[in-house]
Nanobody, 124 residues
Framework: VQLVESGGGLVQAGGSLRLSCATS????????LAWFRQVPGKEREGVSC????????LYADFVMGRFTISSDNVKNMVYLEMDNLKPEDTAVYYC??????????????????WGQGTQVTVSS
């Protein structure tokens, strides 16, 4: 399984970024793709996830209304549109896949594969 993120960068507060993740080799038709983030010294935290079958989504409270997750099952891509970014959104963002039994949620220990991460920096 391979997950490759792209789209991170430096943006001013209030700006937008779109993260992309190319996936390959997921050994199931029923899985979830998620975005997590981590800053040094803190635990990795779930941002959002989307289920492959019904497209159900889940968001962390701290990004509700600002971030939007979407996927393209034909292109094997998952995206995270981030709007109204805040300095506290600065982190390394990781794409992850979970092909274990439902329900799919934002517990990092349930995810089976991870990308290498992409840095997002929001300046004030």
């Amino acid at each position: 399984v391979q997950l490759v993120e792209s789209g991170g960068g430096l943006v001013q507060a209030g700006g937008s970024l779109r993260l992309s993740c190319a996936t390959s080799g997921i050994p199931s038709d029923d899985y979830a793709l998620a975005w997590f983030r981590q800053v040094p010294g803190k635990e990795r935290e779930g941002v959002s996830c989307i289920s492959s079958g019904d497209g159900a989504t889940l968001y962390a409270d701290f990004v509700m209304g600002r971030f939007t997750i979407s996927s393209d099952n034909v292109k094997n891509m998952v995206y995270l549109e981030m709007d109204n970014l805040k300095p506290e959104d600065t982190a390394v963002y990781y794409c992850a896949a979970d092909w274990g039994p439902r329900p799919h949620d934002l517990n990092y220990y349930e995810y089976d594969a991870w990308g290498q991460g992409t840095q997002v920096t929001v300046s004030s």
